[in-house]
């Protein structure tokens, strides 16, 4: 069984819907979380980092932990063109090793 | 402002060949890492370093090395170059290693 899993997709969405995106993890240790954004043939760019649990909200972004579950989720608003591409998980537990999602493919259909 | 550049941006190999694919960071990050991405796999840690002189394993290690001689520079040596190390490998960096990470844009490594 992987540490991190993530439907990979594809999701397509008409301009303006609400995305939510997921991963399911195994490990309870894990303390630190991150969502990647990557566009073809780029290195993936931070989008969301939370410690521990709860929600975190940075524009059109909103950030969600749920550890008794073993449950993130990544909500884009008012999704744009521009955000179709591969999002990431990854969380942590020492800090020294990440481990990543396989990734979800977003196509945000003008 | 180059954050974490990586050299070269495409390279085919011959199995068996070595080579070394280099990694800069100009952030003066404490923490480098490198991953391979493959399809289905997502990105996987091969080697580590959370400071000059410091190095460890990460997930996939076999095949690689790695050295910190420098807190600018971690490049990734492939020893024996094979088929199933062809691959898109990613240089990271951060300033602690529970932050998150700066990405270079990739390497794609074809081996023959």
């Known amino acids: 069984q992987k540490e991190v899993e993530q439907d990979p997709g594809p999701l397509s969405v008409p301009e303006g819907a609400i995305v939510s995106l997921n991963c399911t993890y195994s490990?309870?240790?894990?303390?630190?979380f991150m969502w990647y954004r990557q566009y073809s043939r780029k290195g993936p760019e931070l989008l969301m980092y939370t410690y521990s649990s709860g929600n975190k909200e940075d524009g059109r972004f909103t950030a969600q932990v749920d550890k008794s579950s073993k449950y993130i989720s990544l909500f884009i608003r008012d999704s744009q063109p521009s955000d179709s591409a591969t999002y990431l998980c990854?969380?942590?537990?020492?800090?020294?090793?990440?481990?990543f999602g396989t990734g979800t493919s977003l196509t945000v259909i003008p | 402002n180059a954050g974490v550049t990586q050299t070269p941006k495409f390279q085919v190999l011959k199995t068996g060949q070595s080579m070394t694919l280099q990694c800069a960071q100009d952030m003066n990050h404490e923490y480098m890492s490198w991953y391979r991405q493959d399809p289905g796999m997502g990105l996987r840690l091969i080697h580590y370093?959370?400071?000059?002189?410091?190095?460890d394993q990460g997930e996939v290690p076999n095949g690689y090395n790695v050295s910190r001689s420098t807190t600018e520079d971690f490049p990734l040596r492939l020893l024996s170059a094979a088929p199933s190390q062809t691959s898109v490998y990613f240089c990271a960096s951060s300033y602690q290693p529970n932050q998150p990470q700066h990405f270079g844009d990739g390497t794609r490594l074809s081996i023959l």
């Open positions: 370093s959370v400071g000059a002189g410091i190095t």
């Open positions: 990854a969380m942590s537990f020492t800090g020294n090793q990440f481990y």
């Open positions: 490990n309870s240790a894990f303390q630190y």
